[in-house]
């Protein structure tokens, strides 16, 4: 499959990305990853291996377009949710200014 990564075009197969891998020590995942085998790989080394170029010319959605199309399994972060913070100084503010604290 023809895919373009950082403004240049490279033909991509499912067995290729497989044997480039082989051998790869994973990186610790801290952000967006990919399933290659049975290990997460961080998507940004999966690029620099199968693309031999820099990790900063490229972005992770390039190469997660490109390892999705092939049919490999990505994760990207969840949603970061919103924490109540419980606070006293806050409550006392809330109260001062005779406001509710939101639920």
């Not at 499959?1 to 991509?12: E, G, K, N, S």
């Not at 067995?15 to 790869?24: A, D, H, N, R, T």
């Not at 092939?70 to 406001?99: K, V």
Request: aromatic share 6%; charged share 25%; glycine share 8%.
């Amino acid at each position: 499959m023809r895919c373009v990564v950082a403004r240049f075009p490279f033909d991509l197969t499912k067995s290729g990305v497989l044997e480039s891998m082989k051998g790869i020590k994973p990186e610790p995942v801290t952000g967006e990853s990919v399933i290659i085998g049975r290990r997460h790989y961080p998507l940004k080394q999966v690029g620099q291996v199968i693309t031999r170029q820099d990790r900063r010319d490229f972005s992770t959605g390039e190469v997660l377009t490109a390892m999705a199309r092939l049919g490999f399994t990505c994760r990207t972060l969840p949603e970061a949710t919103p924490t109540r913070i419980e606070s006293p100084f806050l409550q006392r503010a809330s109260a001062m200014l005779g406001t509710p604290l939101p639920a």
